[in-house]
C-alpha cells in the first residue's frame, strides 16, 4: 500500500494535537448563538479529540456503527446540551470528558470491537459530559436553539473528519498508523486527567 507525503504530515500533525498539554475548552467563557455553537465544540482541543475519535472507532467497528455511533453521540449531546442550558446538575463534566478523550483513543489504539449496542452506550454517555459542556457555556437569554444547532453541526462535522480519516487509513494507510493515532489522542486523555 502506497504511503502519501501528505498523509503522513497529516498523521504526524494529529498526534502531534495528541500530546499537547493545554487541552482544556472550558474557560468560563459563555457562548451565545449559531456562530458561537459553531465554534465551541473547536474552542478544545479535548473535545475535537473526543469527537474525532468517535469518527475513528466508528470507522474501525465498520457496518451500521459507521453512522450508528456518532448518530447516537450527536443525539445524545443534544440531551446533555438540554441538561446543561436548564442548569441542571451533572456531577464531574470534566472527569467525564478527560474520560472519553482517554478511553475513545484507547479504543482505538486496541482496535476494540464491541457490539452495536454497547458502542452506541458508550458514546452516548461520554457524549452527555460534552453537551452539558456546550450547554452550561451559553449566555442566558441567548438564541438556545441557533446556538444548540450550531454545535450540534460542529460535532457532525468533526465525526464525519474522523470517519473520512478512518477510511483513508484503511484505504492505504494503515491500520497501525491508525490505532498509532489513538494511542495519542489516549495520552491526551491522561494528561488531560491528571492536569
Same mark, same amino acid.
Given at each position: ?50 469527537? +474525532?475519535?468517535?469518527?475513528? $472507532? ?8 459507521? $453512522?450508528?455511533?456518532?448518530? *447516537? /453521540?450527536?443525539?445524545?449531546?443534544? =440531551? ?11 456531577? =464531574? ?9 482517554? +478511553? =475513545? ?11 452495536? *449496542?454497547?458502542?452506541?452506550? =458508550?458514546?452516548?454517555? /461520554? &457524549?452527555?459530559?460534552?453537551?452539558? &459542556? ?5 449566555? &442566558?437569554?441567548?438564541?438556545?436553539? $441557533? ?13 464525519? *473528519?474522523?470517519? @473520512?480519516? @478512518? ?19 489516549? &495520552? ?8
Amino acid at each position: 500500500m502506497r504511503f502519501y507525503l501528505s498523509d503522513k504530515r497529516w498523521l504526524l500533525g494529529l498526534l502531534l494535537l495528541g500530546l499537547g498539554n493545554s487541552v482544556q475548552a472550558h474557560t468560563g467563557v459563555s457562548h451565545s448563538d449559531f456562530f458561537a455553537g459553531l465554534s465551541h465544540p473547536v474552542s478544545g482541543l479535548d473535545h475535537v479529540l473526543a469527537m +474525532i475519535a468517535v469518527g475513528l $472507532w466508528a470507522t474501525q467497528l465498520g457496518n451500521r456503527a459507521l $453512522w450508528c455511533a456518532p448518530l *447516537a /453521540f450527536v443525539a445524545t449531546m443534544a =440531551l446533555g446540551g438540554l441538561l446543561g442550558l436548564t442548569g441542571i446538575p451533572l456531577p =464531574l463534566v470534566e472527569l467525564g470528558i478527560a474520560g472519553s478523550v482517554l +478511553i =475513545l483513543g484507547g479504543l482505538i489504539a486496541f482496535a476494540s470491537r464491541l457490539p452495536l *449496542a454497547a458502542s452506541m452506550v =458508550l458514546v452516548g454517555v /461520554f &457524549a452527555l459530559f460534552h453537551g452539558y &459542556a456546550h450547554g452550561a457555556e451559553r449566555v &442566558a437569554g441567548s438564541t438556545t436553539l $441557533w446556538y444548540s444547532v450550531g454545535f450540534m453541526l460542529t460535532t457532525a462535522l468533526l465525526h464525519g *473528519a474522523g470517519i @473520512g480519516s @478512518g477510511l483513508l487509513a484503511q484505504r492505504g494507510v494503515s491500520a497501525r498508523l491508525l490505532r498509532l493515532g489513538g494511542a495519542a489522542i489516549a &495520552a491526551s486523555g491522561m494528561l488531560l486527567l491528571v492536569g
